[in-house]
């Protein structure tokens, strides 16, 4: 298991949250919805289907983020100074986080309920995404006035698996991560110009 002092990891993951707002309005806010639904092959995502992946998993653990951290403020369960990734959110979390140089170690499929159909309503997508990304920073911001390991937050996968909040925040914005640099990706395949340059 991990050990981090509960600031540090709270204001890593603000940051990590704020680069992906950045990064995503200026490479994708510029192209048309046409762009942001091609697809590099007929079974590979396009720029869209990234981002209602990532707004999918945004709208099962946004409202239990946002009720767990209610419930440690309701009974004032005051922040420790550190935090203990427990040995399941820290796989979690370490499985969905690019490497230092953009590659993914471990790869795996959707599953069938995050798996996005092929047209989006593009626009509405991104817009999206971003309003999720600054609801996170905000829960966030309350985060850091609650205990972050004893608050838990069941998996949308298997409820009966709860990880804290702390991991649920450090897998939900890892998660986030791997599938913008999937759709920077894609953008550099097709050729559209993605402001943000991409390692190979």
Not at 54 to 76: C, D, Q, T, V, W
Not at 150 to 167: E, Y
Request: hydrophobic share 40%; glycine share 4%; with cysteine.
């Amino acid at each position: 298991m991990r050990t981090f002092q509960t600031d540090e990891l709270l204001e890593q993951l603000t940051k990590d949250t704020q680069t992906l707002i950045q990064t995503v309005t200026d490479a994708f806010r510029p192209m048309t919805d046409a762009d942001l639904n091609r697809q590099p092959a007929p079974d590979r995502w396009s720029i869209a289907q990234c981002l209602e992946h990532l707004n999918s998993y945004g709208h099962y653990y946004i409202p239990m983020l946002e009720a767990a951290i209610a419930k440690g403020e309701e009974n004032r369960l005051p922040p420790a100074p550190t935090f203990q990734s427990g040995w399941l959110g820290n796989y979690f979390a370490n499985s969905m986080q690019p490497q230092a140089n953009g590659s993914i170690a471990l790869k795996m499929k959707a599953v069938k309920a995050h798996t996005p159909g092929p047209k989006q309503d593009a626009s509405a997508v991104l817009n999206l995404f971003l309003e999720q990304q600054e609801a996170i920073l905000e829960l966030l911001d309350r985060a850091s006035r609650v205990n972050i390991q004893k608050l838990r937050v069941p998996i949308s996968i298997a409820r009966f698996i709860r990880l804290s909040t702390g991991d649920t925040f450090r897998f939900l914005i890892a998660h986030e991560q791997r599938h913008v640099l999937q759709a920077l990706r894609v953008a550099t395949e097709l050729n559209l110009h993605p402001k943000i340059s991409v390692e190979s």
